[in-house]
């Protein structure tokens, strides 16, 4: 089945304590790092995901690009993040996608849940993201500790070619 996350960009950028602040000083790395962390969760989790931005803070035509495999769309002046996420969602909607969208504007969660979709708070979001940082700081760690120890002082190309020795490579 094919999963698709539909993230409302500044929704989520005001949710998250980090974001919110770096949004203040300087939007647009705001708006990048957000694309960077669903660049992670995308690999992760497996969604496919699409973070849309309303046209308020970027003025003219619609405009859509790939960032970090992630689409990110910004639209058209006439429409909102809200509008564009509800269309999409009913559009894309079939037995075979799950569509989920992630925002905390409660009317747009509503309207997203009678469309068939389903919801995400930002805050929810937020700690999933956390928990996967964990889980991964943790399956490294256990990676880390699996690796056999050597008491030599041995630079990385004599133990490569030790390595390939001991699988019979030359």
Do not use: C, H
């Amino acid at each position: 089945m094919k999963r698709i996350l539909l993230v409302d960009g500044y929704n989520v950028i005001g949710a998250w304590p980090n974001l919110s602040r770096l949004k203040d000083r300087d939007l647009e790395s705001a708006r990048n790092t957000l694309v960077e962390w669903m660049a992670e969760y995308q690999s992760y989790s497996g969604y496919q995901v699409v973070v849309v931005f309303d046209a308020q803070y970027v003025r003219g035509i619609k405009r859509k690009l790939r960032q970090n495999n992630v689409d990110v769309i910004f639209t058209k002046e006439d429409e909102t993040a809200d509008e564009y996420i509800e269309r999409k969602a009913v559009e894309w909607k079939n037995a075979k996608t799950q569509i989920m969208v992630a925002t905390s504007d409660y009317a747009e969660q509503w309207a997203i849940f009678g469309q068939g979709a389903l919801r995400i708070s930002s805050r929810e979001l937020l700690f999933e993201i956390q928990e996967m940082g964990r889980d991964i700081d943790k399956k490294i760690k256990s990676i880390q500790e699996e690796k056999p120890k050597s008491k030599l002082n041995l630079d990385s190309e004599v133990i490569e070619q030790l390595e390939n020795w001991r699988r019979g490579e030359k």
